[in-house]
């Protein structure tokens, strides 16, 4: 029987829109008619397209890319998958190809979709989350782009961390990728196969730079 790895962490239930508490840029309203109707209990949903664990379109950084609602569906339901151990460089130091290769080397496929662990997830909700970021080299993320790879996460806020260049992101003017932020890799890689398969499902929000998304490893 499969056993299933929810990689997700939850959109949260109290607003909390100050700058650098990424894990949330949401809440969940209540906004219901239960005391008219005594039928019918609802919530307003109030969010960023990029909060919590969510999944950054090319729309992101390209005018003209491709937006989250025409995310192929290949990319997301059941594709092939693996995760790699990126945890030994300390926080802020950059991720680059040549660790990256090292990683891969005895699991990676080419053309998987790749969950690449810093250990930064251990810190969610907390408040050195953001400062246990490790970005991405743009070498890193092209890296990944010449093995085929179009699908690939983190288990930090972002994949880079100069918010004025934004230099692995703006590699999406160029090719067509999707990037899993906010990943929910700890405690899972204590347990999950290194590989797997990967459903990862965005709100389907039409025009949306990205999506939050319901992320379960499936694992044989």
């Known amino acids: 029987m499969s056993r299933l790895f929810d990689l ?3 959109v949260p239930q109290e607003p909390t829109w100050a700058a650098g508490h990424t894990f949330g840029r949401g809440a969940v309203l209540a906004y219901s008619a239960l005391a008219e109707t005594k039928l019918a209990q609802t919530s307003l ?3 960023s397209d990029h909060v919590s664990t969510h999944i ?8 003209e890319g491709k937006t989250i609602d025409r995310m192929p569906p290949e990319l997301f339901v059941e594709a092939p998958a693996v995760w790699l151990d990126c945890s030994g460089g300390g926080a802020g130091k ?3 190809p040549d660790e990256l290769a090292r990683a891969a080397e005895e699991h990676f496929k080419r053309g998987d979709a790749v969950l690449i662990y810093t250990g930064c997830s251990r810190e969610w909700g907390k408040p050195g989350y953001r400062a246990s970021l490790r970005p991405l080299e743009p070498a890193a993320v092209e890296w990944l782009l010449e093995r085929g790879v ?3 996460g983190v288990d930090g806020p972002e994949i880079d961390d100069d918010p004025i260049r934004w230099p692995a992101h703006m590699l999406m003017r160029r090719h067509e990728f ?3 932020e906010n990943l929910a890799l700890w405690p899972a890689v204590a347990e999950l196969p290194r590989r797997f398969r990967l459903i990862a499902m965005p709100l389907a929000i039409q025009g949306g730079t990205a999506a939050p998304a ?7």
């Open 94 to 96: 950059p991720v680059g």
């Open 8 to 10: 997700s962490h939850e």
């Open 56 to 63: 950054d379109a090319p729309a992101h950084f390209h005018p």
């Open 214 to 220: 319901r992320v379960v490893a499936v694992a044989d």
């Open 178 to 180: 999707y990037v899993i």
């Open 150 to 152: 179009r699908l690939f």
């Open 45 to 47: 949903l109030a969010f």
